[in-house]
């Protein structure tokens, strides 16, 4: 679980998050949506220990972060799993190659364990014959699934994915939500998505964190926001004029 308190980070005299307080549940994907520049990112890197809040406090299952010595920040981010925008391969190196990284650099296993650790990764994602080829000779989600079989070779307890669905036809989109929700749960990991993507909201938003101009708007589960009566939620979440026909058609059958 990772419990979040009041935090503020700036820029300068940009002040981008304006004290956050959310917590995220173990075991359930976990979801930060809000407008471009609503500071997701930002968010995202303060808990990922990138950025370092001026105010507030982060802590991991019970450990605040700003009273971790060096060494304990170091084994703590090492129980962090990442999937990057865009995948973020290694073109040199081969899929396999790629998803042992991890374990080469903050390891000391023995090349067989290595090789078992990635085959067990590889095949958990559904990748079982793509071990030598390299990111540019695979598709996109394919792409996806290399990355996600390596933010996981380490078994971690927390995952962060930004924007895991970006480049994706909708049917991929949708197979990789399930299978980043799939993982998160069979590992009880806890799983925190930045995403633009409604899909994934109603796919797999067990909790969903609104952010606007740096605060929390709003938060609850999928099966609450696309019921919500608060404007700022429903403005962004019904902002294409399907969604805006769908919730009317809504209103009108509850009314
Ligand atoms: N390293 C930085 N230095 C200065 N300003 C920054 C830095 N990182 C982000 N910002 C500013 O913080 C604000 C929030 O940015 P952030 O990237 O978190 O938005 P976002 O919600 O993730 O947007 P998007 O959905 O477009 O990715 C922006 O105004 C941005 O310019």
Not at 42 to 62: M, N, Q, R
Not at 80 to 102: I, T
Not at 117 to 127: E, G, M, S, T
């Amino acid at each position: 679980m990772i419990e979040v308190n009041d935090i503020h980070k700036s820029f300068d005299d940009a002040h981008i998050l304006k004290g956050v307080t959310t917590s995220f549940q173990k075991g359930k994907t976990n979801l930060i949506i809000g407008q471009s520049g609503s500071g997701k990112t930002v968010f995202l890197k303060c808990l990922l220990g990138l950025f370092t809040p001026e105010e507030g406090t982060i802590s991991y299952d019970g450990k605040i972060y700003n009273e971790l010595t060096d060494e304990q920040k170091r084994d703590l981010r090492q129980e962090m799993g990442m999937v990057f925008q865009g995948s973020a391969l290694f073109d040199s190196m081969s899929v396999e190659g790629n998803v042992k990284f991890p374990l080469e650099m903050f390891t000391k296993q023995s090349k067989s364990e290595m090789q078992d650790r990635a085959d067990f990764v590889l095949k958990r994602v559904n990748l079982v014959d793509a071990h030598h080829k390299f990111p540019s000779e695979i598709s996109g989600g394919m792409q996806k699934r290399v990355a996600i079989a390596r933010a996981i070779v380490m078994n971690p307890k927390y995952l962060f994915c930004d924007e895991p669905n970006s480049g994706l036809d909708p049917k991929t989109a949708i197979v990789i939500d399930n299978l980043i929700k799939e993982i998160t749960e069979e590992y009880n990991i806890t799983t925190i998505i930045n995403t633009h993507d409604m899909n994934s909201v109603m796919e797999i938003g067990e909790k969903i964190l609104f952010l606007k101009d740096g605060l929390k708007a709003w938060e609850g589960t999928n099966k609450e926001i696309f019921k919500t009566d608060n404007e700022t939620v429903t403005d962004f979440v019904y902002s294409s004029d399907l969604f805006k026909k769908v919730r009317q058609m809504y209103i009108e059958e509850r009314n």
